[in-house]
């Protein structure tokens, strides 16, 4: 692979700056943060800065500015819209920032770095008998600076809101490598325009996160099921149930369909169905409250009245944690064990959970009509409303009709989306996947301010360029 030359001056400096283990130019490390995770694309770098620390890496922010140098800010790669794989920049990797600096237990708050893992602010929160709640599959890898500048959701956001939510105060490097130190562990703190929300969601385009302050909760004991459910319908009227019933105790509310559940355990021998049913969907709800035996009982009343009302044909509730995670496991699986079709298209989409039993007959039946032999996979959390909507071919097809028409029917699930006052991006983010779409989508007025906020914050368009809003 060949990568741009340096700035030889720039390069020297750099190198003065960031010491041995800060300035990578090596092929291994440069191929290792150009890769991104499901290897779709290739890109590529001419230097990798590891800073270990605010100053270091405000200070090679500063030099970049002084050289014109793009840099892409990259936490855990596991980013899913080509936002934090670098196509020529210079990468900062936070990957050596990775201390947890504060955990004040009387206020529920805690400050990290943001190249720490998210499971790291998970058990430094634990340590000190509290909750940090945000949850999603690449949480060993996914980093603090990562999840923040996603806006990331995950399988607790139905009570505990996205990133953004459990955001309390930023440390952040701006474009010019100056430090706004904006950390605290405030809830009310109105002095006008709230800047952290600025740099939440923003995918590195405006500034360098390089640590947090984050809300704890008090810890919760959970309680599981696994119900068996005949439409989508159903599966919606049961959300309202149970939350009629259990209220803002329901944590989590995954949806996934009896066909994602064949292809895993196809694959994989040691997984199998907790309670097989020839139904079409299957629901995977948690509860949380302080004690287990409560939330259980809310649970236990609910799926009383769940099948009382024809929504839910059948249930298990997880007897213990073992085999709770094993529910989970499935549903976490799903997203590997695409791998055993030939073509799977994969989405991102949310519309209000009001809508999803339309959008999802009115799509699979314009996708099917299009490109007969299709198989639809939509699974996700549909508390929020946000599906993971795929049209997968089977690997065996004889005359395989999805390969060279990804573009056809990423068109027709998101003008579905759209056309169910939904998001075609609902917690990954936009990168350089989404943002020509997206720029086509939201109003002129929203895209002059958002590139008003970039040119004020990075008048020279340096910070992740092409990402999220193009400048052009
Ligand atoms: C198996 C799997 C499951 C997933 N499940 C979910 C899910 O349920 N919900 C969900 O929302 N996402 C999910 N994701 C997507 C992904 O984990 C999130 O987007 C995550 O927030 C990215 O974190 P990261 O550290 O890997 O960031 P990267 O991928 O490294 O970067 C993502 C973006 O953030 C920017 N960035 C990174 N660090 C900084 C920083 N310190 N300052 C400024 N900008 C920065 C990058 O430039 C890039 O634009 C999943 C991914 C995988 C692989």
Same mark, same amino acid.
């Given at each position: 692979?060949?990568?741009?030359?340096?700035?030889?001056?720039?390069?020297?400096?750099?190198?003065?700056?960031?010491?041995?283990?800060?300035?990578?130019?090596?092929?291994?490390?440069?191929?290792?943060?150009?890769?991104?995770?499901?290897?779709?694309?290739?890109?590529?770098?001419?230097?990798?800065?590891?800073?270990?620390?605010?100053?270091?890496?405000?200070?090679? !922010?500063?030099?970049?500015?002084?050289?014109?140098?793009?840099?892409?800010?990259?936490?855990?790669?596991?980013?899913?819209?080509?936002?934090?794989?670098?196509?020529?920049?210079?990468?900062?990797?936070?990957?050596?920032?990775?201390?947890?600096?504060?955990?004040?237990?009387?206020?529920?708050?805690?400050?990290?770095?943001?190249?720490?893992?998210?499971?790291?602010?998970?058990?430094?929160?634990?340590?000190?008998?509290?909750?940090?709640?945000?949850?999603?599959?690449?949480?060993?890898?996914?980093?603090?600076?990562?999840?923040?500048?996603?806006?990331?959701?995950?399988?607790?956001?139905?009570?505990?809101?996205?990133?953004?939510?459990?955001?309390?105060?930023?440390?952040?490097?701006?474009?010019?490598?100056?430090?706004?130190?904006?950390?605290?562990?405030?809830?009310?703190?109105?002095?006008?325009?709230?800047?952290?929300?600025?740099?939440?969601?923003?995918?590195?385009?405006?500034?360098?996160?390089?640590?947090?302050?984050?809300?704890?909760?008090?810890?919760?004991?959970?309680?599981?099921?696994?119900?068996?459910?005949?439409?989508?319908?159903?599966?919606?009227?049961?959300?309202?149930?149970?939350?009629?019933?259990?209220?803002?105790?329901?944590?989590?509310?995954?949806?996934?369909?009896?066909?994602?559940?064949?292809?895993?355990?196809?694959?994989?021998?040691?997984?199998?169905?907790?309670?097989?049913?020839?139904?079409?969907?299957?629901?995977?709800?948690?509860?949380?409250?302080?004690?287990?035996?409560?939330?259980?009982?809310?649970?236990?009343?609910?799926?009383?009245?769940?099948?009382?009302?024809?929504?839910?044909?059948?249930?298990?509730?997880?007897?213990?944690?073992?085999?709770?995670?094993?529910?989970?496991?499935?549903?976490?699986?799903?997203?590997?064990?695409?791998?055993?079709?030939?073509?799977? !298209?994969?989405?991102?989409?949310?519309?209000? !959970?009001?809508?999803?039993?339309?959008?999802?007959?009115?799509?699979?039946?314009?996708?099917?009509?299009?490109?007969?032999?299709?198989?639809?996979?939509?699974?996700?959390?549909?508390?929020?409303?946000?599906?993971?909507?795929?049209?997968?071919?089977?690997?065996?097809?004889?005359?395989?009709?999805?390969?060279?028409?990804?573009?056809?029917?990423?068109?027709?699930?998101?003008?579905?989306?759209?056309?169910?006052?939904?998001?075609?991006?609902?917690?990954?983010?936009?990168?350089?996947?989404?943002?020509?779409?997206?720029?086509?989508?939201?109003?002129?007025?929203?895209?002059?301010?958002?590139?008003?906020?970039?040119?004020?914050?990075?008048?020279?368009?340096?910070?992740?360029?092409?990402?999220? !809003?193009?400048?052009?």
């Amino acid at each position: 692979m060949t990568y741009p030359d340096l700035h030889p001056e720039f390069r020297d400096r750099a190198e003065k700056l960031l010491g041995p283990k800060g300035f990578r130019t090596d092929d291994e490390t440069r191929d290792a943060v150009s890769a991104p995770w499901r290897g779709t694309y290739q890109g590529h770098t001419p230097l990798v800065a590891r800073p270990n620390s605010t100053e270091m890496c405000a200070a090679f !922010v500063r030099l970049c500015a002084e050289y014109g140098v793009a840099v892409t800010p990259q936490g855990g790669n596991t980013g899913l819209v080509d936002a934090g794989t670098p196509h020529g920049e210079v990468t900062l990797s936070m990957g050596r920032m990775t201390e947890v600096r504060a955990v004040d237990a009387i206020n529920n708050s805690l400050t990290i770095e943001a190249g720490a893992p998210l499971v790291r602010a998970q058990e430094a929160a634990d340590q000190h008998n509290r909750l940090f709640p945000l949850s999603l599959g690449s949480e060993g890898t996914a980093t603090i600076g990562g999840l923040i500048s996603t806006n990331a959701g995950g399988v607790a956001v139905l009570r505990y809101g996205m990133m953004r939510d459990l955001l309390l105060g930023l440390e952040v490097v701006l474009a010019n490598g100056e430090i706004w130190d904006g950390l605290s562990g405030l809830r009310k703190n109105n002095t006008g325009y709230d800047l952290k929300h600025v740099f939440a969601g923003a995918e590195g385009t405006l500034g360098i996160i390089t640590a947090a302050t984050l809300k704890l909760f008090p810890k919760v004991a959970k309680s599981t099921a696994w119900i068996s459910c005949e439409t989508a319908q159903h599966v919606v009227d049961l959300l309202a149930l149970v939350r009629d019933h259990a209220g803002d105790t329901v944590t989590s509310f995954e949806m996934i369909p009896a066909n994602a559940i064949e292809m895993i355990c196809a694959e994989n021998l040691a997984i199998r169905d907790p309670n097989p049913s020839p139904l079409a969907w299957r629901v995977l709800c948690e509860i949380s409250m302080a004690r287990e035996d409560h939330a259980r009982e809310v649970l236990e009343t609910a799926l009383a009245a769940a099948f009382e009302h024809g929504l839910a044909s059948d249930a298990v509730i997880a007897e213990n944690l073992t085999q709770a995670r094993s529910f989970w496991t499935i549903r976490e699986t799903i997203p590997l064990s695409k791998r055993a079709y030939g073509t799977a !298209v994969n989405h991102d989409v949310s519309v209000p !959970v009001s809508h999803i039993p339309d959008f999802l007959a009115q799509t699979e039946t314009e996708i099917c009509n299009a490109f007969p032999g299709s198989e639809i996979i939509a699974f996700g959390h549909v508390g929020d409303g946000n599906l993971h909507y795929s049209a997968c071919e089977p690997k065996s097809a004889t005359m395989p009709v999805l390969a060279n028409h990804e573009r056809a029917i990423t068109d027709i699930v998101h003008r579905q989306a759209m056309s169910h006052d939904g998001s075609i991006s609902a917690e990954h983010g936009v990168g350089r996947l989404k943002r020509d779409e997206l720029a086509s989508l939201r109003s002129p007025a929203a895209t002059q301010a958002m590139k008003a906020i970039k040119r004020a914050l990075d008048p020279q368009g340096l910070m992740n360029p092409n990402r999220v !809003v193009s400048m052009d």
